[in-house]
T-cell receptor, first 117, second 114 residues
Framework: GAGVSQSPRYKVTKRGQDVALRCDPI?????LYWYRQALGQGPEFLTY????????KSGLPNDRFSAERPEGSISTLTIQRTEQRDSAMYRC???????????????FGSGTQLSVL | AQSVTQLDSQVPVFEEAPVELRCNYS??????LFWYVQYPNQGLQLLLK??????LVESINGFEAEFNKSQTSFHLRKPSVHISDTAEYFC????????????FGKGTRLSVIA
């Protein structure tokens, strides 16, 4: 596609439910990143993939959070047993070159706004 | 680990006035520096970056930033802002050698007033 696409744009869920957030990166982009952005804060790194391999998941807050990219393209971020503190904007980004790269340019999607009631 | 500090959360400025958005970073190793911009209802976009060479880098829409190693700063400036520059601006840093991804500051919301 022309840009990074994320769905849904908005997600409202009840506490305790599981949610799955989808990211469709720019075609041909090797690396895919997940960030979380709370209101009034900058994006906070969660995890990233090179192709289908998850390279770094040190930013995932706890074991309720997981991500996959099984075919090296679309990625899903799953949050199990959601809590109110999980409410945030979840942003996906992709880059053409494999991370780490000296010329890294990230292309961000518009994000999924998650609200846990 | 590196960190980024953007001291100003909001900066209001009149149209055609100059603006400076401050960014300071902390890192024990050499870094690359970036400014990303987020227009309303859009994703973040790369505005400019410092990798090496000249410490002054420019964007296509008139912004510039200067890497100052001694002050560990990478402030963003524009001599004359437009209404269309209204957006949120994020400073980011990554290590030159290592696998750490981009670390972002909290952002500065620039509001240009007609």
């Amino acid at each position: 596609g022309a840009g990074v696409s994320q769905s849904p744009r908005y997600k409202v869920t009840k506490r305790g439910q599981d949610v799955a957030l989808r990211c469709d990166p720019i075609s041909g982009h090797v690396s895919l990143y997940w960030y979380r952005q709370a209101l009034g804060q900058g994006p906070e790194f969660l995890t990233y993939f090179n192709y289908e391999a998850q390279q770094d998941k040190s930013g995932l807050p706890n074991d309720r959070f997981s991500a996959e990219r099984p075919e090296g393209s679309i990625s899903t971020l799953t949050i199990q047993r959601t809590e109110q503190r999980d409410s945030a904007m979840y942003r996906c980004a992709s880059s053409l070159r494999q991370h780490p790269s000296t010329n890294e340019k990230l292309f961000f999607g518009s994000g999924t706004q998650l609200s846990v009631l | 680990a590196q960190s980024v500090t953007q001291l100003d959360s909001q900066v209001p400025v009149f149209e055609e006035a100059p603006v400076e958005l401050r960014c300071n970073y902390s890192s024990s190793v050499s870094v690359y520096l970036f400014w990303y911009v987020q227009y309303p209802n859009q994703g973040l976009q790369l505005l400019l970056k410092y990798l090496s060479g000249s410490t002054l880098v420019e964007s296509i829409n008139g912004f510039e930033a200067e890497f100052n190693k001694s002050q560990t700063s990478f402030h963003l400036r524009k001599p004359s802002v437009h209404i269309s520059d209204t957006a949120e601006y994020f400073c980011a840093v990554s290590e030159r050698s290592g696998n750490t991804p981009l670390v972002f500051g909290k952002g500065t919301r620039l509001s240009v007033i007609a």
